[in-house]
């Protein structure tokens, strides 16, 4: 049953519809069958998050359909990257909102952060889609000629069925408007909290047996550009650790077989991994293009470095992985694309920042000292898997609704 609406919103609603109206590019994609989850997230900080989260929500779900959302107007190619359909949310101008909702039909509402929009959300609730607020802030957007009118916050914040927020004093003024307080609740923000697919137990053993307790560290994603860099860092490193194993992840597949033909004349003895070469005693490079390796190599590498970040371009690579692996991280200066995780790892003191070849060389023959090296991959493993908790508690929120929700179709 809808809820009876205040006249406040109701005039909102007329002002609103002197706003630019743009429907925004979601009309010309088509909705998927099924269950759609209407993720919004409110800043690029919170994306890598919300990936991570529908990464998850697929494992026990695995028909759900996403949506994702970004604020009007946002530029959509200087948000990290991402593996779900992103698209921006038209004005909150009621015509534009309706064809929004008309489109998608979502099945349930998720919005990630502030700047709540008063039309999209409460022509949601309308429709009987069920919302949820996490990371909430005290903010919601209006237009400008809508800011003297009472009670559209309050009528914004009542949409959700459950309001989440790590601020104690938001959560006071969200109960103070007459929200109430069983819908309220102090939870910590949604964090990335990745789960590596487990690596064949008999191959890990044996890949450890062949390295025979050699130090190994991974360049993982190295660009052509930072091939020089690597390998002088190897070979700097080699002087103090002589039986030191280098795993080159090559970014570009086919940069694999001239890169082997150069490390021969480079007097690195090397092979390649995806072509079935067998790791000897004497080899001191192990090349690999294929993603799926990094699963292996990250378990049986002391430390890596995440390349495509020594160089200006590529803008560095999610090191979530590495981490949950328990491999301690060195990075470079180029990683605009994820600079708040490594800012928050370096912080943490999980992860070291290089800016050249010889820096790369030095942290290496630093960080492969195995008290060192265990230290930093634990409080990186610390942080990165601190957002479970939360993750798995919203999993099964959202898991709850949609079954429900199916239920009353299913009955209708």
């Given at each position: 049953?809808?809820?009876?609406?205040?006249?406040?919103?109701?005039?909102?609603?007329?002002?609103?519809?002197?706003?630019?109206?743009?429907?925004?590019?979601?009309?010309?994609?088509?909705?998927?069958?099924?269950?759609?989850?209407?993720?919004?997230?409110?800043?690029?900080?919170r994306l890598r998050?919300?990936?991570?989260?529908?990464?998850?929500?697929?494992?026990?779900?695995?028909?759900?359909?996403?949506?994702?959302?970004?604020?009007?107007?946002?530029?959509?190619?200087?948000?990290?990257?991402?593996?779900?359909?992103?698209?921006?949310?038209?004005?909150?101008?009621?015509?534009?909102?309706?064809?929004?909702?008309?489109?998608?039909?979502?099945?349930?509402?998720?919005?990630?952060?502030?700047?709540?929009?008063?039309?999209?959300?409460?022509?949601?609730?309308?429709?009987?889609?069920?919302?949820?607020?996490?990371?909430?802030?005290?903010?919601?957007?209006?237009?400008?000629?809508?800011?003297?009118?009472?009670?559209?916050?309050?009528?914004?914040?009542?949409?959700?069925?459950?309001?989440?927020?790590?601020?104690?004093?938001?959560?006071?003024?969200?109960?103070?408007?007459?929200?109430?307080?069983?819908?309220?609740?102090?939870?910590?923000?949604?964090?990335?909290?990745?789960?590596?697919?487990?690596?064949?137990?008999?191959?890990?053993?044996?890949?450890?047996?062949?390295l025979a307790g050699?130090?190994?560290?991974?360049?993982?994603?190295?660009?052509?550009?930072?091939?020089?860099?690597?390998?002088?860092?190897?070979?700097?490193?080699?002087?103090?650790?002589?039986?030191?194993?280098?795993?080159?992840?090559?970014?570009?597949?086919?940069?694999?077989?001239?890169?082997?033909?150069?490390?021969?004349?480079?007097?690195?003895?090397?092979?390649?991994?995806?072509?079935?070469?067998e790791i000897e005693?004497?080899?001191?490079?192990?090349?690999?293009?294929?993603?799926?390796?990094?699963?292996?190599?990250?378990?049986?590498?002391?430390?890596?470095?995440?390349?495509?970040?020594?160089?200006?371009?590529?803008?560095?690579?999610?090191?979530?992985?590495?981490?949950?692996?328990?491999?301690?991280?060195?990075?470079?200066?180029?990683?605009?694309?994820?600079?708040?995780?490594?800012?928050?790892?370096?912080?943490?003191?999980?992860?070291?920042?290089?800016?050249?070849?010889?820096?790369?060389?030095?942290?290496?023959?630093?960080?492969?000292?195995?008290?060192?090296?265990?230290?930093?991959?634990?409080?990186?493993?610390?942080?990165?898997?601190?957002?479970?908790?939360?993750?798995?508690?919203?999993?099964?929120?959202?898991?709850?609704?949609?079954?429900?929700?199916?239920?009353?179709?299913?009955?209708?």
């Amino acid at each position: 049953m809808s809820k009876p609406r205040s006249l406040s919103l109701a005039a909102y609603r007329v002002l609103s519809w002197g706003m630019r109206n743009s429907v925004g590019q979601h009309t010309n994609l088509p909705r998927p069958e099924g269950e759609l989850l209407w993720v919004h997230v409110a800043t690029p900080g919170r994306l890598r998050a919300v990936n991570d989260f529908c990464h998850r929500m697929l494992q026990v779900r695995s028909d759900l359909n996403f949506v994702l959302t970004t604020p009007p107007d946002t530029d959509l190619d200087s948000w990290p990257q991402h593996d779900f359909l992103l698209v921006n949310l038209p004005q909150d101008q009621s015509g534009a909102v309706r064809g929004f909702l008309d489109h998608w039909r979502p099945s349930m509402g998720l919005w990630v952060g502030g700047d709540l929009m008063p039309n999209i959300l409460t022509r949601a609730d309308e429709h009987n889609i069920p919302l949820v607020l996490f990371d909430a802030q005290f903010s919601v957007t209006l237009a400008r000629s809508a800011r003297w009118l009472p009670d559209i916050t309050r009528a914004t914040f009542d949409c959700f069925q459950h309001v989440m927020t790590a601020s104690p004093e938001t959560a006071r003024q969200i109960r103070r408007l007459g929200i109430p307080s069983a819908k309220v609740h102090e939870s910590p923000p949604l964090r990335i909290s990745p789960n590596p697919r487990p690596w064949p137990e008999d191959e890990l053993i044996e890949t450890n047996h062949t390295l025979a307790g050699r130090p190994v560290w991974l360049a993982a994603w190295v660009q052509d550009k930072e091939f020089i860099s690597v390998l002088t860092a190897h070979r700097q490193a080699l002087r103090m650790l002589h039986r030191l194993v280098l795993v080159l992840h090559v970014a570009d597949e086919l940069e694999v077989g001239p890169l082997k033909r150069r490390l021969e004349t480079m007097d690195l003895r090397c092979v390649n991994w995806d072509a079935g070469e067998e790791i000897e005693d004497t080899t001191q490079v192990i090349l690999t293009s294929d993603p799926e390796n990094l699963g292996l190599w990250c378990r049986v590498s002391t430390v890596t470095f995440m390349a495509s970040s020594l160089e200006r371009g590529a803008g560095g690579r999610d090191p979530s992985e590495s981490i949950a692996l328990g491999s301690a991280i060195i990075y470079g200066p180029f990683v605009h694309r994820h600079d708040a995780l490594y800012s928050q790892l370096r912080q943490a003191g999980a992860a070291k920042q290089v800016k050249t070849a010889t820096e790369l060389g030095d942290a290496l023959i630093e960080l492969l000292a195995p008290d060192l090296a265990a230290g930093m991959a634990l409080a990186g493993w610390q942080m990165i898997t601190e957002g479970a908790p939360q993750a798995d508690a919203l999993i099964e929120m959202v898991q709850d609704i949609l079954d429900q929700r199916s239920a009353e179709h299913a009955g209708t």
